[in-house]
């Protein structure tokens, strides 16, 4: 032990009488002297004369020392004692003790018990800590001392081992002394077992709350962290790190790194790897780091997460109170083998994926039904077949756009001009907040729409029997849902054309079936399809007609158009690819309007639109109905009766009005589908359903006829709008944020296919895990929220095209679109696709009306009412009932009437060309 330097009694010091009592004493430790002494100054005026004389004689019994008197008269003249005479006091009392130094004197006063009461008087007033912060400070001099070097080191060991301590004290309450410790709780929902990660898990984590978890339970570590960021004074920049988000994870990985049981946010960086397709070594070699558990881990974890996904989709589908959608579609993937011999080779598999979708009631009046009530099977009994009972024009009258949707679709159309003008324009860009809004009384709700991820089905879908297996599987093995149910509930399915084809072919088949169960017969389900394969077959519709050819007299052709811009090779006719075209023709239309406000506002050229008159929201609203009213909405043989059009045939103007047309309708559609609004899609489909029969688009003209008569007719009106508004998803609750219902299928799809590249995919594996990849990719989007990854992604917009729309410009200018006193003949044979479909689906011999007979028999057979006598007509019209039913081959065809042989390949293919029933491949 160090002991202070003292000098010895005989050393020279005098002697201190402690046996004195008249003298001052010594205070005691921890107690202050409150004896007070006048103090003297040089400009004191001392009352001398004021002063009693000495007595010449004692005045008791005993001499009297006039030295004692005269040394308490001088002490009382002098100042008050400073601290550090009165430690230097102190110190030479105890050197004089023997065997006694400081170092004793301090730790004998706050370790010995008899003297608690001593040092619980220093600890309250926290004098340790303002005594252990000069002995701190004291050991950082300025001059280089090997003594105060030596202590300052051993006083830096001492701090960071005490720190140490205190760490490690607070971590073990959360890690291997968490059942001991003030927080229990904290620490259980820090362990995540492998085999019990549900999907309460998953959407319950946040980041953002797992940094206040830390501070409550790790409020010195979180405290050193915080100083060794030194970040907390600092301003953060937008888009700039958060440094909490870093602290949160070094917490992180050092508890795992302490014990592998605090995994919760391991396990969501784990999964956040995995979804990004992080290879398997990667995610080994961060696991010593302790940023995510083991891969064995992970794998036992999407295991159990699916487990947890499809047991809540099951009591999901079983909810009474819920109306539930099935979208589903196969895709097709390659078993690549690397290394091929005799037995092993490469496999090609079909399979199945299916969503489970919630759909949200539409309408104010269907807010106030039950589920249950608008699914009702005794509400469809009442309303089945509607459509037979009224004259073929009202039937087809009232699936075809009537006054008041053409109004609509005209305010629509002056909305989506004007928004575009101001885009465009950017004198005009002021008014874009003030355009109004489009509105729809069905409105889906801008919340998150309710959908699980269900397992992959390895079954092809190359006939109706597939289809029927499917259904039965999802329905009856994967969601069990008991039969007693498809008694009494209408469940909703959703494909493309060809696959709600084949379901219908499928009823039809099951028709017949002796089965008492609905569920046998397929009777309790409804078809619709996807509104992106609408999209698709209207683009590949327009594209035919419009493609044209490359000859300098047909300047408004699709192909010469796609010349004219760089980099636009990938718009062929033969392959679609659909996020291509949609930007395509939305270039198109912003030129074709840009050219018709020159035109109107009579300007020379497209800098003339810099300096455009409109000052007023309405001067724009009124410019916007002139250029719809002009070029849009009037066809060209209106615009030659009211003698605008002159010249005879297809001229340029001519040409770019029915495009023009055509593509303002799937910007409109674009719109209600984005914005959420079923009533503005079913109005473009209704305009659409005559341009696909014009466009010899057959397939999908009856398809939109069987939906159309659905959702007028044949289904109960409560039902007809939820069916509608399920078309469409909002996959993450944003407004402005709803897409198609069969392109969140595709999205499945591509992530599937994500995980089949694997040595070791299949179709068991795929089957396994793909119920966690909603919820597992749903997290990481929220993850990136968090981080602001997704706002600072959002920095890379869309590549901008206003280059391609210029120079489209350029090329209308140079043409003269639109300016019908220069107007020229074209070669290029545009057709009004509205107005060329009116004739051959009306009338007694028209698509409509062999729609209502194959409907008619289908029908029938469903109720085993087919007459005998069956005209050739309607044989044919069975023949031609869904390309679907076919597809398993003719030996699955049943006809119910003996006397009618079985359709021959002949008569089918005949069928096949007379309504031009080509089937595409969706």
């Known amino acids: ?20 009592k008249s003298g001052d004493t010594i205070p005691s430790c921890g107690y202050e002297s409150t004896t007070t002494a006048y103090t003297y100054t040089d400009n004191s005026d001392l009352p001398f004369n004021e002063l009693p004389e000495l007595p010449s004689e004692p005045t008791h019994d005993g001499d009297y020392d006039m030295d004692v008197e005269e040394e308490a008269r001088e002490r009382a003249r002098q100042a008050r004692m400073s601290d550090v005479e009165k430690t230097l006091l102190v110190l030479e009392l105890i050197k004089n003790i023997p065997h006694f130094s400081i170092p004793i004197f301090l730790v004998t006063l706050f370790t010995s018990t008899v003297l608690l009461s001593y040092a619980n008087k220093f600890y309250s007033d926290k004098s340790h800590t303002r005594i252990m912060s000069i002995w701190y400070q004291g050991t950082r001099p300025s001059s280089k001392c090997r003594v105060l070097k030596a202590a300052g080191q051993a006083m830096d060991v001492w701090v960071a081992d005490r720190a140490a301590e205190l760490c490690a004290r607070e971590a073990s309450f959360l890690t291997d002394k968490s059942s001991k410790g003030p927080f229990k709780t904290e620490a259980s929902r820090l362990h995540v077992p492998g085999n019990k990660v549900t999907v309460e898990h998953v959407q319950g984590f946040q980041l953002s709350q797992l940094l206040p978890t830390y501070k409550r ?77 083991s891969y064995g881990y992970l794998c036992c974890a999407i295991l159990s997460l699916s487990k947890s996904a499809l047991r809540r989709a099951r009591i999901t589908a079983n909810d009474s109170l819920k109306m539930i959608l099935f979208p589903y579609d196969n895709f097709n993937w390659l078993k690549q083998a690397h290394e091929v011999s005799v037995l092993h080779g490469s496999v090609q598999h079909d399979q199945v994926l299916a969503l489970l979708v919630i759909m949200p009631p539409v309408g104010e009046k269907v807010k106030a039904m039950t589920a249950a009530e608008i699914t009702d099977l005794k509400a469809f009994e009442a309303t089945q077949g509607t459509r037979h009972k009224l004259t073929p024009e009202k039937s087809l009258s009232s699936i075809l756009p009537s006054k008041g949707d053409y109004l609509s679709l005209r305010e629509n159309f002056v909305l989506l001009v004007a928004r575009i003008l101001t885009e465009e324009i950017p004198s005009l860009s002021p008014f874009v907040s003030h355009i109004p809004a489009f509105t729809d009384a069905k409105e889906l709700p801008s919340s998150k729409t309710e959908e699980y991820y269900l397992p992959t089905f390895d079954q092809e879908q190359g006939s109706t029997k597939g289809n029927m297996l499917v259904l039965q599987h999802y329905f009856e093995d994967v969601l069990r849902i008991p039969r007693l149910c498809f008694e009494s509930t209408m469940y909703t399915v959703l494909g493309d054309r060809l696959t ?8 039809d088949q099951q028709a017949v079936d002796t089965s008492k169960d609905k569920l046998d017969h397929l009777s309790s389900f409804s078809m619709i399809s996807g509104l992106m394969h609408y999209n698709l077959n209207f683009i590949q519709a327009v594209g035919g007609t419009f493609w044209g050819s490359t000859s300098a007299d047909d300047p408004l052709s699709l192909v010469n158009l796609r010349d004219l811009l760089p980099n636009r090779q990938e718009i062929q006719l033969r392959s679609v690819n659909y996020y291509v075209f949609l930007r395509f023709f939305d270039a198109i239309f912003r030129a074709l309007i840009l050219r018709a406000s020159i035109v109107l506002c009579g300007f020379s050229s497209s800098k003339d639109l810099t300096t455009n008159p409109h000052t007023t929201l309405d001067e724009l609203l009124q410019h916007s109905k002139t250029i719809v009213d002009s070029f849009i909405i009037q066809p060209p043989n209106r615009l030659k009766a009211t003698g605008v059009k002159t010249l005879e045939g297809n001229t340029i103007s001519s040409n770019a009005v029915l495009l023009m047309h055509s593509i303002a309708s799937l910007t409109e559609m674009q719109s209600a589908i984005k914005h959420g609004h079923p009533t503005r899609i079913k109005r473009v489909l209704k305009l659409w359903l005559l341009m696909f029969y014009a466009a010899g688009s057959y397939n999908y003209a009856n398809e939109t006829m069987e939906l159309l008569h659905n959702t007028e007719h044949d289904w109960p009106q409560p039902y007809a709008d939820t069916a509608m508004g399920g078309m469409v998803v909002n996959p993450h609750g944003r407004k402005l944020g709803c897409k198609p219902t069969d392109i969140r299928v595709e999205h499945l799809n591509d992530q599937i296919k994500e995980h089949t590249d694997g040595a070791n995919a299949s179709p068991e594996l795929l089957e396994k895990i793909t119920p966690a990849m909603g919820h597992v990719h749903e997290m990481t989007e929220g993850l990136f929220e968090d981080l602001g990854v997704e706002r600072q992604n959002q920095k890379h917009k869309h590549v901008s095209q206003q280059r391609d729309i210029q120079l489209l410009l350029d090329h209308f200018n140079e043409h003269s679109v639109f300016d019908f006193n220069q107007d020229k003949s074209s070669s290029g044979s545009f057709v009004d696709l509205f107005a060329e479909g009116i004739d051959p689906l009306g009338g007694p011999n028209g698509g409509h009306a062999k729609h209502l007979q194959r409907h008619e028999l289908r029908l029938r057979v469903r109720h085993n009412e087919l007459r005998i006598d069956l005209s050739q007509s309607e044989m044919d019209a069975i023949t031609e009932l869904e390309v679907g039913r076919y597809a398993g081959g003719i030996g699955e065809f049943t006809i119910v009437d003996p006397d009618h042989a079985m359709p021959t390949l002949e008569e089918i293919r005949r069928v096949g060309e007379e309504f031009g029933d080509r089937e595409e491949e969706d």
């Open 217 to 293: 339970t790790l409020p010195i570590l979180q405290h050193i962290l915080s100083a060794v960021v030194n970040k907390d004074a600092k301003v953060m920049k937008e888009g700039s790190r958060d440094p909490d988000h870093g602290r949160t994870l070094v917490t992180s990985m050092l508890l795992n790194l302490r014990s592998r049981l605090s995994n919760l946010h391991g396990l969501m960086n784990s999964l956040l790897l995995w979804d990004n397709r992080v290879p398997k070594r990667l995610i080994q070699a961060l696991n010593n780091y302790g940023f995510c558990p």
């Open 1 to 20: 032990m160090h002991r202070y330097p003292v000098r010895s009694y005989g050393g020279g010091l005098d002697d201190i009488d402690l046996s004195d």
């Open 500 to 507: 709600t084809a084949r379901d219908r072919a499928a009823q």
